[in-house]
T-cell receptor, first 115, second 115 residues
Framework: DAKTTQPTSMDCAEGRAANLPCNHSTISGNEYVYWYRQIHSQGPQYIIHGLKNNETNEMASLIITEDRKSSTLILPHATLRDTAVYYC????????????????FGQGTILTVHP | GAGVSQSPSNKVTEKGKDVELRCDPISGHTALYWYRQSLGQGLEFLIYFQGNSAPDKSGLPSDRFSAERTGGSVSTLTIQRTQQEDSAVYLCASAIPPGLGNTIYFGEGSWLTVV
């Protein structure tokens, strides 16, 4: 699976949009971009994923550039409870192979939402 | 249940003892993953099951670690002769088989402390 690069940490004011960038310049055509977050002492929580089109759900929006080499996770109105480590992961959509669709976690971005 | 269930949620054991950690995946999920996260560290892949077979055991750190899955459902991770460096949270996740950008869901983890 392709590697991703994320900033180590970011700050955001409560109520404002949090925009978390991710670079995945070696992504291949059959790889999806996934976002998870981990709030202290809890298991990772799925947020959103996409292939090439922008995606939106009740939690966030995912904007993927046309060349698919980078993406941005947007939390439209950040709250204090959104403080967490956010992981951007590239994952193959194919069954079998050598990755078996597993998620390979990097260090993520520590997002701190402040009042 | 609705989500991935893990037990025990917390386990303190003496060095040298064996421990068993259990995972109940989401009903119908044939893919099951085990991860480990040591304090302040990232998530480390351990093993992947598809049904009852484990095609990818590449992340198991030593032969003291083993896992099995029965009936295509419950999985048990066993650590023999525990060492202090085994202290970590052990996370289980499940999914429908890889493909078409499916989602992997995590449990809340089993916190293991070896004293």
């Amino acid at each position: 699976d392709a590697k991703t690069t994320q900033p180590t940490s970011m700050d955001c004011a409560e109520g404002r949009a949090a925009n978390l960038p991710c670079n995945h310049s070696t992504i291949s055509g059959n790889e999806y971009v996934y976002w998870y977050r981990q709030i202290h002492s809890q298991g990772p929580q799925y947020i959103i994923h996409g292939l090439k089109n922008n995606e939106t759900n009740e939690m966030a929006s995912l904007i993927i550039t046309e060349d698919r080499k980078s993406s941005t996770l947007i939390l439209p109105h950040a709250t204090l409870r959104d403080t967490a480590v956010y992981y951007c992961i590239v994952r193959t959509a194919n069954a079998g192979g050598t990755s078996y669709g597993k998620l390979t976690f990097g260090q993520g971005t520590i997002l701190t939402v402040h009042p | 249940g609705a989500g991935v269930s893990q037990s025990p949620s917390n386990k303190v054991t003496e060095k040298g003892k064996d421990v068993e950690l259990r995972c109940d995946p989401i009903s119908g999920h044939t893919a099951l993953y085990w991860y480990r996260q040591s304090l302040g560290q990232g998530l480390e892949f351990l093993i992947y099951f598809q049904g009852n077979s484990a095609p990818d055991k590449s992340g198991l750190p030593s032969d003291r670690f083993s896992a099995e899955r029965t009936g295509g459902s419950v999985s048990t991770l066993t650590i023999q002769r525990t060492q202090q460096e085994d202290s970590a949270v052990y996370l289980c996740a499940s999914a429908i088989p890889p493909g078409l950008g499916n989602t992997i869901y995590f449990g809340e983890g089993s916190w293991l402390t070896v004293v």
